[in-house]
């Protein structure tokens, strides 16, 4: 596994080890600190990250590597290894929610309280020589509540599995956890504004204002009127809601159409901006193009059964001055999956510690358990506009 086998050659050196295995890609603390500081500690991990890649290379026999889960301190390191590898690939594997949804932390599992607040947005008057300023008011800020929940899962591999594999499944394990993990984070992020029949009903409403008028199916037309749409939005003071730019989403049987459109060279629009025939017709940029970020989303057919092939949203951007259309939130200090091993519940005859890789004492079974605590929250019903493509 390349991937792999770079991890471990970037640990070899002690510096690199506790920059690799402690921190971040961007540099914030992942692990404990207190693992980072051990000289001994580091030592132990180089050591054993070098004896896997041997291993893995070929230049080492791999029945050494049983041998050395043999021993008392290997296993740890091992895993340690494994788990640094699955963020890693957590890191590597994209993440299409943080294109259109805002990222927050939360302290706890208590529910939280985000505010959609415009107060001081208003415009300012005229002040009188020597008279007071006026006070603006605050408007009732909206209040949207979430808590992050706890996710995960259980699994386990024989002993036989792990004898016969040379090391197969452990080169697999790490990525496909965190596939699973981003996909599980697609999942609820895309399951907050779309349902089995379409749009969310509670959040795309004719009093919302943020239903393309007669579901249209994609096209230029159907865009133009969704961007209209989402620039007529207004804030509580009753000020225009700014749209520098925005995201189309759309499922994969809409790919090509969503293509064509945002990379159009030109543009033909009827003199009003309507569509027109004949010489009624203005030929323009495409305009789209730098100003709409395309989103194909996989979940969207999956969760919408009833209209996933068909719908397409258009939402605000969360960059810049855009209003997001929803949070996804992850518990401060665990924001990437984490993986455990459990322990042995078996010792030798004789007494001695035994290997986890020994697995349990009533199946030999080695297992393990992936965690991933997230939650999340649409926010502000002004950020999008959205179509279930059916023209009624």
Do not use: C
Request: proline letters at 6%; charged letters at 20%.
């Amino acid at each position: 596994m390349p991937e792999l086998l770079e991890t471990l050659d970037t640990i070899q050196a002690e510096e690199a080890s506790v920059q690799r295995l402690f921190t971040s890609d961007d540099g914030r603390p992942v692990r404990s600190l207190r693992r980072a500081n051990d000289p001994r500690y580091v030592e132990s991990l180089t050591e054993a990250a070098r004896f896997l890649q041997e291993v893995l290379s070929g230049r080492r026999p791999a029945y050494h590597l049983q041998e050395a889960l043999s021993t008392s301190d290997f296993p740890v390191l091992f895993a340690d290894i494994l788990d640094r590898q699955l963020l890693a690939d957590y890191q590597q594997v994209p993440s299409q929610w943080r294109q259109y949804a805002r990222a927050g932390t939360v302290r706890d599992f208590r529910q939280v309280k985000r505010f959609a607040v415009d107060g001081g947005l208003g415009l300012l008057t005229d002040v009188k020589e020597l008279t007071e300023y006026p006070e603006d008011s605050q408007p009732d800020a909206t209040p949207f509540v979430y808590s992050v929940t706890k996710k995960g899962k259980r699994f386990q591999l024989s002993w036989e599995t792990i004898i016969n594999d040379d090391l197969g499944v452990m080169q697999r394990l790490p990525r496909n956890l965190a596939v699973s993990a981003r996909n599980s984070e697609e999942f609820f992020a895309t399951s907050l504004f779309a349902a089995s029949t379409g749009p969310n009903a509670t959040f795309f409403t004719a009093g919302h204002a943020n239903i393309v008028t007669a579901n249209p199916a994609l096209s230029v037309s159907a865009l133009t009127t969704a961007f209209t749409i989402l620039a007529s939005q207004k804030d509580t003071n009753g000020n225009p809601i700014l749209v520098d730019a925005a995201v189309l989403m759309v499922p994969p049987a809409l790919q090509v159409t969503a293509e064509n459109i945002i990379n159009a060279i030109e543009i033909l629009a009827a003199a009003g901006g309507g569509p027109g025939t004949g010489n009624d017709q203005l030929r323009v940029a495409n305009w789209m193009k730098n100003k709409v970020t395309l989103v194909v989303n996989p979940w969207l057919p999956l969760i919408d059964t009833t209209h996933g092939n068909t719908s397409w949203y258009l939402l605000q951007s969360p960059n810049g001055m855009g209003r997001p259309i929803s949070e996804i939130g992850f518990l401060r200090g665990y924001e990437a999956p984490q993986l455990f091993m459990k322990d042995p519940d078996s010792v030798r005859v004789g007494g001695g510690s035994i290997s986890p890789m020994d697995g349990d004492f009533d199946t030999d079974s080695v297992q393990y358990k992936v965690r991933h605590v997230f939650g999340g929250t649409l926010l502000d019903t002004k950020s999008a506009v959205a179509s279930n493509g059916s023209g009624s």
